[in-house]
């Protein structure tokens, strides 16, 4: 991670888009419940004859529904309000307010996420979906041509919709709501041809290839256009991006032009629910993953597994993010990595790592598949960057079905920068092994392990085992050198290597020692591991 002074940490930057209404953790299902509250009358001023009985050849005057109520605290995940939608209605158009009482610190305000489901019916997994703004926006549109970001265009046939309230976070006081649908009359524009991004890019063949997987556009609750987010991946070094916005797949259909033999662009989705979020990585283009549950639910290996059937990876996202439902609360057993390192490396990020760690010897004793690391900017907006960190990948090609397989595999590292690069190796018995690969070899057999690494002036690399840090050395102020370490299988179940900054005091840090303070600078690279097995 960069150390420039200026930078905010992703915590700052996590609690302004909160407070902005950003919050797109739209929210987790207690059951989807009617809107029993809920007041629907015409607005005034939209008393306009219904559609059979405008004057010939005149399309009928736009027609306005005005909804409210109040939620108690308790109110349900979700709250649905119907919308009878007549024939001949060209576009729906939707706003929403809701107030915001002062509370006492430390007790949350008022947060109301807001979406819409069409007239195929709400179900959970269903073919309803429209989109989802989050808290992020307070008016949007659907019409056959065109769609606010977030939302998808279509038809836009008879039948009762459902604008769909998450109130995320309800006062003490309760949550009064607003919401305005306004039905446009009229000849339906042209249908709408999706852009999908291509499955491949030009590549070098078997080789290491850098990408950032969890990015936000203007679609969800970031604030960069997609072109944006394109040329700031170019910008950092990236060979490979995921799109990865909260609870949509709008984005999906306009990265096309935008991908090029540069450039992989893979679809996704970041999943956010009431117990933590998680990134469907390698979605099929369109494919809308569901995330109206918690972990009470029992649903979220059901769409796991609609993930993963499809190719795709499930991926935790930042588990130990400290702000309301960010927290992962649904074990790990259905993931297939997670996200330990998220955006400017803070105290969370430690947490997640030495979670992993202590899961990498447990699955090594069990017998089980380990569970590979993955590091991702997170970025929504500026100065958040692009591509810190991200995913150096060992892929046959620079493919979406080859760079899944290199992640799912664990051969990956963690980099915060393009500037960082990194070689790391186990040698023993003749034989020889790279990251996320299993070296077997006679127990006592001597193993060397070498790690070469540049870009990190005056950093410390660390060496660790299921035993934890059995080995430190320092780089010179040119940030390149090589560290080489004996082991045997016996000795170590697997082995793998950080490269740290320099602490805010300029020492190295300690190993094996215990303070008030974080015992490390930032991280600058960290690998998935090598695997010992004795013959």
Same mark, same amino acid.
């Given at each position: 991670?960069?150390?420039?002074?200026?930078?905010?940490?992703?915590?700052?930057?996590?609690?302004?888009?909160? !407070?902005?209404?950003? @919050?797109?953790?739209?929210?987790?299902?207690?059951?989807?419940?009617?809107?029993? %509250?809920?007041?629907?009358?015409?607005?005034?001023?939209?008393?306009?004859?219904?559609?059979?009985?405008?004057?010939?050849?005149?399309?009928?005057?736009?027609?306005?529904?005005?909804?409210?109520?109040?939620? %108690?605290?308790?109110?349900?995940?979700?709250?649905?309000?119907?919308?009878?939608? %007549?024939?001949?209605?060209?576009?729906?158009?939707?706003?929403?307010?809701?107030?915001?009482?002062?509370?006492? !610190?430390?007790?949350?305000?008022?947060?109301?996420?807001?979406?819409?489901?069409?007239?195929?019916?709400?179900?959970?997994?269903?073919?309803?979906?429209?989109?989802?703004?989050?808290?992020?926006?307070?008016?949007?549109?659907?019409?056959?041509?065109?769609?606010?970001?977030? =939302?998808?265009?279509?038809?836009? $046939?008879?039948?009762?919709? *459902?604008?769909?309230?998450?109130?995320?976070?309800?006062?003490?006081? #309760?949550?009064?709501?607003?919401?305005?649908?306004?039905?446009?009359?009229?000849? %339906?524009?042209?249908?709408?041809?999706?852009?999908?991004?291509?499955?491949?890019?030009?590549?070098?063949?078997?080789?290491? =290839?850098?990408?950032?997987?969890?990015?936000?556009?203007?679609?969800?609750?970031?604030?960069?256009?997609?072109?944006?987010?394109?040329?700031?991946?170019? @910008?950092?070094?990236?060979?490979?991006?995921?799109?990865?916005?909260?609870?949509?797949?709008?984005? *999906?259909?306009? +990265?096309?032009?935008?991908?090029?033999?540069?450039?992989?662009?893979?679809?996704?989705? /970041?999943?956010?629910?009431?117990?933590?979020?998680?990134?469907?990585? #390698?979605?099929?283009?369109?494919?809308?993953?569901?995330?109206? &549950?918690?972990?009470?639910?029992?649903?979220?290996?059901?769409?796991?597994?609609?993930?993963?059937?499809?190719?795709?990876?499930?991926?935790?996202?930042?588990?130990?993010?400290?702000?309301?439902?960010?927290?992962?609360?649904?074990?790990?057993?259905?993931?297939?990595?997670?996200?330990?390192?998220?955006?400017? +490396?803070?105290?969370?990020? /430690?947490?997640?790592?030495?979670?992993?760690?202590?899961?990498?010897?447990?699955?090594?004793?069990?017998?089980?598949?380990?569970?590979?690391?993955?590091?991702?900017?997170? !970025?929504?907006?500026?100065?958040?960057?692009?591509?810190?960190?991200?995913?150096?990948?060992?892929?046959?090609?620079?493919?979406?079905?080859?760079?899944?397989?290199?992640?799912?595999?664990?051969?990956?590292?963690?980099?915060?920068? @393009? !500037?960082?690069?990194?070689?790391?190796?186990?040698? #023993?018995?003749?034989?020889?092994?790279?990251?996320?690969?299993?070296?077997?070899?006679?127990? $006592?057999?001597?193993?060397?392990?070498?790690?070469?690494?540049?870009?990190?002036?005056?950093?410390?690399?660390?060496?660790?085992?299921?035993? #934890?840090?059995?080995?430190? /050395?320092?780089?010179?102020?040119?940030?390149?050198?090589?560290?080489? +370490?004996?082991?045997?299988?016996?000795?170590? @179940? &697997?082995?793998?290597?950080?490269?740290?900054?320099?602490?805010?005091?300029?020492?190295?840090?300690?190993?094996?020692?215990?303070?008030? $303070?974080?015992?490390?600078?930032?991280?600058?690279?960290?690998?998935?591991?090598?695997?010992?097995?004795?013959?």
């Amino acid at each position: 991670m960069s150390t420039a002074p200026n930078r905010p940490d992703r915590r700052t930057l996590l609690r302004a888009g909160l !407070a902005t209404g950003a @919050a797109t953790a739209a929210g987790v299902a207690a059951p989807l419940a009617a809107a029993g %509250p809920a007041r629907a009358a015409d607005a005034p001023g939209t008393d306009t004859p219904p559609a059979d009985t405008a004057p010939a050849g005149a399309a009928p005057a736009d027609r306005v529904i005005t909804m409210t109520g109040h939620l %108690p605290t308790g109110a349900p995940d979700f709250v649905l309000l119907p919308v009878e939608v %007549p024939r001949g209605v060209r576009e729906i158009a939707v706003s929403y307010s809701y107030d915001k009482p002062a509370v006492p !610190a430390g007790t949350p305000g008022n947060s109301c996420d807001i979406g819409l489901f069409d007239q195929r019916g709400t179900e959970l997994g269903g073919r309803g979906f429209r989109g989802w703004s989050g808290g992020f926006r307070s008016s949007f549109a659907v019409s056959r041509e065109a769609a606010t970001p977030g =939302y998808l265009p279509g038809p836009v $046939d008879p039948g009762t919709w *459902h604008v769909v309230l998450g109130p995320y976070q309800v006062a003490p006081q #309760g949550l009064t709501y607003s919401v305005q649908v306004t039905l446009r009359f009229g000849e %339906p524009g042209p249908a709408f041809v999706p852009q999908y991004p291509a499955e491949r890019a030009r590549g070098r063949g078997r080789a290491w =290839y850098r990408g950032d997987c969890h990015l936000h556009t203007v679609h969800s609750d970031g604030r960069r256009l997609p072109e944006e987010v394109a040329a700031g991946a170019r @910008a950092a070094g990236l060979d490979f991006l995921v799109s990865t916005d909260h609870n949509t797949t709008s984005s *999906h259909a306009v +990265w096309g032009p935008l991908a090029g033999p540069d450039l992989l662009i893979v679809t996704g989705e /970041e999943v956010t629910t009431r117990n933590g979020h998680w990134l469907a990585l #390698g979605l099929e283009p369109g494919r809308f993953v569901d995330w109206r &549950y918690r972990a009470r639910d029992g649903q979220f290996p059901r769409f796991a597994r609609q993930v993963r059937r499809a190719g795709g990876l499930v991926v935790p996202a930042h588990p130990y993010c400290p702000y309301v439902a960010c927290q992962w609360k649904f074990g790990l057993q259905d993931a297939d990595a997670v996200e330990v390192w998220n955006g400017p +490396w803070t105290y969370d990020d /430690e947490s997640a790592v030495d979670s992993w760690d202590a899961g990498l010897a447990t699955a090594l004793h069990e017998g089980r598949d380990w569970l590979p690391a993955m590091g991702n900017s997170d !970025a929504h907006s500026s100065p958040q960057v692009i591509g810190s960190p991200h995913n150096v990948v060992l892929a046959d090609d620079l493919s979406r079905p080859a760079i899944l397989a290199g992640l799912r595999a664990g051969r990956s590292w963690l980099a915060e920068s @393009a !500037a960082v690069r990194l070689e790391f190796t186990a040698t #023993g018995h003749g034989r020889q092994a790279g990251i996320g690969e299993r070296l077997t070899v006679p127990a $006592d057999a001597p193993v060397d392990v070498r790690l070469t690494v540049s870009g990190v002036p005056g950093g410390t690399v660390r060496l660790l085992t299921d035993e #934890g840090q059995l080995h430190q /050395e320092s780089l010179p102020a040119d940030g390149n050198g090589t560290v080489v +370490w004996r082991t045997t299988a016996s000795l170590a @179940a &697997y082995v793998r290597a950080e490269v740290r900054h320099p602490r805010p005091d300029g020492t190295p840090g300690k190993g094996n020692s215990m303070g008030p $303070d974080l015992p490390w600078g930032p991280m600058a690279a960290l690998t998935n591991p090598i695997v010992l097995h004795t013959a």
